[in-house]
């Protein structure tokens, strides 16, 4: 059975930084993409970033780009996201799922989440 559990969330103020992790089991970690996906307040679940196999490969959506880092510890079957110069904007639920950017909906398994609150 797939379970991803993500730690790590909190407050941060704008401009502050925090990681998160994600720890996954059920699966054969090192063979599969993995995705970040957030939900802010309202709205629906949005993908943020992919990690191909063997960390071959990163994408991120375009808002995030350059500010948050994703990248994967195999051999701990563990996922991360780096986030810097955190906004307001990025306030939100953060989700680490299976698959890729185009993949995540269809697999359909991702975490319960972790709250990430920028604020002053």
């Known amino acids: 059975q797939v379970q991803l559990v993500e730690s790590g969330g909190g407050l941060v103020q704008p401009g502050g930084s925090l990681r998160l992790s994600c720890a996954a089991s059920?699966?054969?970690?090192?063979?599969?993409?993995l995705s970040w996906l957030r939900q802010s307040p309202g709205k629906g679940l949005e993908w943020i970033s992919e990690i191909l196999t063997g960390s071959a490969s990163t994408y991120y959506t375009a808002s995030v780009k350059g500010r948050f880092t994703i990248s994967r510890d195999d051999a701990k079957g563990m996922l991360y996201l780096q986030m810097s110069s955190l906004k307001p904007e990025d306030t939100a639920v953060y989700h680490c799922a299976l698959g890729s950017g185009a993949t995540w909906s269809r697999l359909g398994s991702w975490g319960q989440g972790t709250q990430v609150t920028v604020s002053s």
């Open positions: 059920g699966f054969t970690f090192s063979n599969v993409a």
